[in-house]
């Protein structure tokens, strides 16, 4: 069973949704669940984006209210920390995400992508400043000169473009969600399924 995430770590639910997965997964589902980050709004400037003023441009005030106190409380049922004015600006992911890709070990994928996250929703770091992510890098052990540099190899942005054009192909849907054997599953937040979901790949594993 192949099983991929599809998220975007600038997404306050993408972060609910990783820390949903990290409480089922375990060294033989971890190799078979592979990471794919994607940037959900790639014309979003390199200064970032103020979220708030852009979903109140495209829904109104009300539901862009409604939409981050959802983040929000979905967050919370997780006990993650997360800081309301942190999630109202989204910066532009894709040094972040190539970050993650320039990565061959899979834990380290995953211990990257959660000291990310966590950078960003928790402390309001700006994860698309080259010096403020290569301290997260860092921080987890790794060295960040070292990924940052492979960051600017064409294989990682080739790699990025390849994701992309991938979960394209699958036509629109609401970011994050898996991929399983080659189709959308869309459980992303049953934690029931997901569980089952990850068990039942442990047995093909096993």
Do not use: C
């Amino acid at each position: 069973m192949k099983i991929e995430f599809v998220f975007d770590i600038a997404y306050p639910m993408s972060y609910v949704a990783f820390e949903k997965l990290k409480q089922h997964w375990n060294q033989p589902t971890a190799k078979k669940i592979e990471l794919l980050p994607i940037q959900v709004l790639p014309e979003i400037p390199e200064e970032g984006l103020n979220i708030y003023q852009y979903l109140t441009e495209k829904y109104g005030t009300k539901e862009a209210d409604r939409k981050l106190d959802m983040a929000k409380f979905a967050a919370y049922s997780q006990d993650l920390t997360v800081d309301i004015e942190h999630m109202k600006r989204m910066p532009n992911s894709g040094l972040a995400h190539q970050a993650i890709l320039a990565l061959d070990n899979t834990f380290d994928q995953y211990a990257l992508t959660q000291a990310i996250f966590h950078a960003l929703f928790a402390h309001g770091k700006d994860i698309a400043n080259h010096d403020e992510l290569k301290n997260i890098i860092e921080g987890m052990g790794l060295d960040g000169n070292k990924v940052l540099r492979s960051i600017q190899h064409k294989e990682i942005n080739d790699k990025q473009a390849e994701i992309t054009q991938y979960v394209r192909s699958f036509g629109q849907h609401p970011t994050p969600f898996y991929i399983v054997d080659g189709e959308i599953w869309d459980k992303t937040f049953d934690t029931l399924e997901l569980k089952q979901l990850l068990l039942e790949d442990t047995k093909s594993v096993a």
